[in-house]
């Protein structure tokens, strides 16, 4: 055999190798999905342990093993990496999120939410930076400059409330549904949209200058990322009136819509826009207006598609952060130290509950004031839940990290390290502790009405009826807005100010059901087409 051959041989047996050893890896992992998803059915009941804490504990005992297999050398089964998290992972929970939004709840608080998810980020990335800038410089945790601290405030202000959202129940609690829930939707794309503003800085001299750069890149990021999104769900709402995919083939109409969520995510990473607030704007234009454009049974289709590819992202970055609890080699930078580890651990834990309680009560306090209706402010007591909602950290802070103190996966820095396990810890320690607490303490500061009638006429219906509504309601709520003898017609800058939600709603509706709808489409509008659901509604 020629020495070539011999090369040739050689290299194609390493790759074989390789290769099977990531089909082995694939799938474990994959049987480990299953084991959450029949393990979470399991515990359903008790309502104790969320399918987040699940994956989470079958992750730390998948390490476990794969530790004492390996010889202590690893205890991963595949190499995470940041860009697998935002561009494959992430979208198809933020757009499933817009998706999925009850509409009516989160356009009628929306101030509130954006209060608590915009301004309320800021004021908690704020608190956490200038805490971790006056402490860590007084501890041995390695080298930290000043952008690693003002990202430690943008990693750690990104929130996780699915262990909440999985305990209340939108039709006896709506307010406080649609606050946690719109609050950790704008709150991670804030977080994120801070992170990316931080990282485009110029921190060599930190001026004035620097601090008006970092607060128009901060509102630019934001508004242009919306409007992209706003764009693009309007684009496929459109071309799918105008072409009627449907009375084809129902397979197109539903590849087009998945196709052009994901485009408007991939097209916002392009712009070096923020994709998170991009893809979830779109998912609610889509809900609103697309939706309504494909066939019923593109609706069932994309309706649990969407939901699947987003259950499968969440368990899949669980069980991840499970397993990468126990890398070896970020701990073994933080061996001879550990008590650092840990001090920092409870540092940055201590700085988020702080920040947390430094927005959460005072905007709450504001935005009660301009509340006129009793039923429409935020009780003390919910205030007390969305505070401790918010308190939990998840994926969003471990890819931050990740792209911040990782160099392709791998970290070579003390501090790097110390900051790693760190997040690791407080992501663990939160969704773990703070999410078994959080029923007994939801059951004890909300009890369940014996009645829930009244309130369950203020939230929207439940799925699948959610998805026939008006973005800002169904259209009896919103007749009953629009000509409830309590609203006054706004007439004047006064009657706007007086009742602000039901003037926008108003003026809203008249303006989405003039011009909107008869071009996209939407409720209502189904165009007239041989053999679309119109032509056959008519005989």
């Avoid at 402010?377 to 969003?396: D, E, N, S």
Wanted: glycine share 6%; proline share 4%; charged share 15%.
């Amino acid at each position: 055999m020629t020495p070539v051959w011999s090369y040739v041989l050689s290299k194609w047996q390493t790759l074989s190798t390789s290769d099977h050893a990531s089909v082995v890896s694939i799938n474990l992992f994959v049987a480990l999905l299953c084991a959450c998803i029949v393990i979470g059915h399991l515990l359903e009941e008790t309502r104790w342990m969320n399918e987040s804490i699940t994956a989470l504990f079958i992750g730390m005992f998948t390490g476990v093993i794969i530790l004492l297999v390996s010889g202590g050398k690893s205890s991963h089964l595949l190499l995470f990496s940041e860009d697998i998290f935002f561009i494959y992972l992430l979208p198809p929970i933020i757009f499933n999120a817009g998706f999925q939004v009850k509409k009516k709840q989160f356009f009628v608080n929306f101030i509130t939410i954006m209060l608590f998810g915009a301004i309320g980020t800021l004021v908690s990335c704020s608190i956490i930076s200038l805490g971790a800038f006056q402490i860590f410089q007084r501890m041995d945790v390695g080298t930290l400059d000043i952008a690693d601290i003002l990202a430690i405030g943008a990693i750690f202000a990104a929130t996780d409330s699915v262990c909440t959202l999985q305990i209340l129940n939108q039709d006896e609690t709506p307010l406080l549904y649609s606050l946690v829930f719109g609050e950790g939707v704008v709150n991670d794309a804030t977080s994120v949209v801070l992170f990316n503003a931080i990282q485009s800085l110029d921190l060599s001299k930190v001026d004035a200058r620097v601090a008006l750069h970092f607060i128009g890149s901060f509102f630019y990021l934001f508004s242009t990322s919306t409007l992209l999104g706003v764009f693009v769900g309007l684009l496929s709402a459109y071309t799918i009136k105008k072409l009627y995919f449907g009375r084809h083939s129902t397979d197109r109409e539903v590849a087009l819509m998945m196709l052009m969520a994901y485009l408007s995510y991939m097209l916002a990473e392009l712009l070096d826009l923020s994709g998170i607030l991009t893809v979830f704007f779109c998912g609610i234009v889509m809900s609103h207006y697309t939706w309504h454009n494909v066939t019923e049974s593109s609706r069932v289709t994309t309706k649990h598609a969407f939901a699947t590819l987003s259950f499968i992202s969440e368990t899949f970055i669980f069980v991840y952060v499970g397993m990468d609890a126990l890398d070896i080699e970020k701990w073994s930078y933080v061996s001879d130290s550990p008590g650092t580890s840990v001090a920092v651990s409870a540092i940055l834990l201590a700085l988020v509950m702080v920040g947390r309680a430094a927005f959460v009560f005072p905007l709450s306090f504001l935005s009660n004031l301009v509340k006129k209706s009793a039923s429409e402010k935020i009780t003390f007591r919910q205030q007390v839940i969305i505070w401790w909602a918010g308190l939990m950290r998840g994926a969003v802070s471990i890819a931050l990290a990740y792209h911040q103190f990782t160099r392709a996966g791998h970290t070579q820095l003390r501090g790097n390290a110390i900051m790693i396990t760190s997040t690791v810890t407080v992501v663990l320690f939160s969704t773990m502790v703070f999410g078994i607490l959080t029923k007994p303490l939801i059951n004890c500061l909300v009890p369940h009405p014996k009645d829930t009638t009244s309130s369950s006429m203020l939230s929207e219906p439940a799925a699948p009826k959610s998805f026939s509504v008006p973005l800002l309601g169904s259209a009896q709520d919103s007749e009953v807005d629009l000509d409830s003898p309590n609203i006054p017609r706004p007439s004047s800058i006064r009657a706007l100010l007086a009742t602000p939600t039901h003037t926008v709603h108003r003026y809203w509706r008249k303006f989405d059901d003039a011009f909107m709808r008869p071009m996209f489409g939407g409720r209502g509008f189904v165009p007239f087409v041989p053999g679309s659901p119109t032509e056959r509604g008519r005989h």
